[in-house]
DNA sequence: ATATCACATTAGATATAGTCTAAGTTCTCA
DNA sequence: TGAGAACTTAGACTATATCTAATGTGATAT
């Protein structure tokens, strides 16, 4: 996606595409890594040194709130943060914490009556287990 | 669950059946509510005041080691812990991050390799999504 | 043009959740 | 009964995230 397609996506939503805001954003579409917080602000301010602590935060909670961004809680962990592109399911290592994303697939629905009045944000749900690094036979690197 | 049967779920997994620690089961055990290590440790202390905060997160490190309990992140709170009964999913509330079992049902797998050599754990899996409360037209209460 | 005001950024203080340390206690078993 | 392992504890510490108050920026009206 183009500049130009992220600041309409931007705008599209009320937030003004600041500088600040637009490197966060442009940031998360190029990546497949799930980063936290603080691998967002440093590469943000890697390729030029122009944002806080407060306004990566600031700004992930904008662009989480808009919908562009959905943040992934990890127990014990940072908060990882992943573009909504393609609708997609997670997959998150029990072991070394790392996301990743699952295709889209239909998922059944659960028993009827049992999910009564709730609304399923697209279905989207949150597989565990162990990633190919850290199942048995895997090479088995911490994250 | 009786006090016997808590207490030999502890000791088969190489746990001693401190009070404390048998304390922090019993109360995961009796309530469906999901609660945070701070709601943990306050009833704990509430029936009879003798366990730190330090033992409380011992304990409950020490259970979810022991796949006695499931520890569930949310976005932003606290941790929730969750005894380990019958198999079942979670689904939690976008808006007031409460927790609630879904009954267990199978779920189809990812498409054939997207998770080549990865183990899911059991493919117990989260929903998202509002809550019956918090969906347009519930009561909305804040958790 | 420029005044105004809402939106955005910032450094640093603060809050919250959870872990670590070092000392003491209790259990187990030889 | 003594030794070592497992456990508990208070409080210090760390990590993650939010808040505050001051400053900066951009859109709009006049």
Redesign the pocket.
């Known amino acids: 996606m183009d500049a130009e397609a992220i600041k309409r996506s931007l705008e599209d939503t009320?937030?003004?595409c600041?500088?600040?805001?637009?490197a966060v954003m442009a940031f998360l579409m190029e990546t497949d890594q799930h980063p936290?917080?603080?691998e967002i602000f440093e590469a943000v301010n890697r390729v030029d040194p122009?944002?806080?602590?407060?306004?990566?935060?600031?700004?992930?909670?904008?662009l989480v709130q808009a919908g562009l961004v959905r943040?992934v809680?990890i127990?014990?962990?940072?908060?990882?943060f992943d573009a909504k592109g393609m609708r997609h399911h997670h997959f998150i290592c029990d072991r070394c914490g790392n996301v990743e994303d699952i295709d889209w697939y239909d998922l059944p629905s659960p028993a009827p009556g049992s999910l009564d009045k709730r609304i399923l944000r697209e279905s989207e749900v949150i597989f565990r287990g162990l990633c190919a690094k850290c199942a048995p036979g895997g090479a088995s690197r911490q994250a």
Do not use: V
């Open positions: 009320g937030l003004r600041t500088p600040q805001r637009y936290t917080s603080a122009r944002s806080s602590r407060a306004t990566t935060y600031n700004n992930l909670r904008d943040e809680a127990e014990g962990r940072a908060a990882r």
